[in-house]
């Protein structure tokens, strides 16, 4: 989602190859020669090959510089990437174990071949340790850690939202791209964002823009 809204923002053209991780097509050994740890997205461009979705957008923002999707200070800039590093840091222990409890447990069981192919493909240790865990289910106890760590971050971001349209200075940034699919999985999982009005009226405000419906919506329109 990340990649194509910021695809879209900058009217480049692209094309889709489209993998049905609900069906393991990226459990390959062609795909995690592509990506060594065997996740989504992947970048290719002109030969290049960019594996992380923050480093992806960052990429195309740098890359293809019109309309910038950053903020000029190297204050505010320092502060976009903290944003996005934190989605990224959180992703597997907060947003996955949440959304794997309460929207997929007991749905992601794996044979015991699948599980050693998974194993042998698979060398990143928490990626290993949550397939663990996702196929066993998580506890309440890991679910209410997930929640706990979500909800650290969008208190703080209802705070900054309270007074400025956007999560960095106030500009459209890619620190808005990281974190509004998150928002848009999480509500589909349940998370109770009504706690959060202001976090509540930036994701509506992004999900009129074209790039979002284009990039999420057209391929995604309920999660």
């Known amino acids: 989602m990340r990649v194509r809204i910021t695809l879209e923002e900058k009217n480049l053209p692209w094309t889709s190859h489209h993998l049905d991780i609900t069906k393991k097509e990226n459990i390959t050994p062609e795909y995690f020669g592509i990506n060594p740890t065997g996740v989504v997205p992947t970048l290719v461009d002109d030969g290049v090959v960019i594996i992380e979705s923050d480093d992806i957008i960052d990429y195309i923002d740098q890359k293809f510089p019109e309309p910038p999707l950053r903020p000029e200070s190297e204050e505010e800039l320092e502060n ?3 944003w996005m590093r934190s989605a990224i840091d959180i992703h597997v222990k907060g947003v996955k174990t949440y959304i794997y409890y309460h929207k997929m447990q007991g749905k992601m069981k794996h044979s015991e071949e699948e599980r050693r192919n998974y194993e042998k493909l698979q060398k990143n240790k928490e990626l290993l340790n949550f397939h663990k865990n996702s ?5 309440p106890e890991e679910a209410k ?3 706990k760590i979500l909800d650290d971050f969008f208190e703080k971001a209802d705070s900054i939202l309270e007074k400025h349209q956007w999560l960095v200075g106030e500009k459209f940034t890619l620190a808005d791209i990281t974190w509004v699919p998150v928002h848009f999985t999480l509500a ?3 998370y ?3 706690r959060y009005p202001a ?3 930036w994701a509506n405000r992004i999900a009129e823009r074209k790039s979002f419906k284009k990039g999420v919506l057209e391929w995604c329109p309920v999660f």
């Open 188 to 190: 589909g999982a349940g």
């Open 145 to 147: 850690i997930a929640e």
């Open 80 to 82: 976009m990437y903290w």
């Open 199 to 201: 976090v509540e009226a």
């Open 192 to 194: 109770d964002f009504s």
């Open 135 to 139: 196929s066993e289910g998580f506890t």
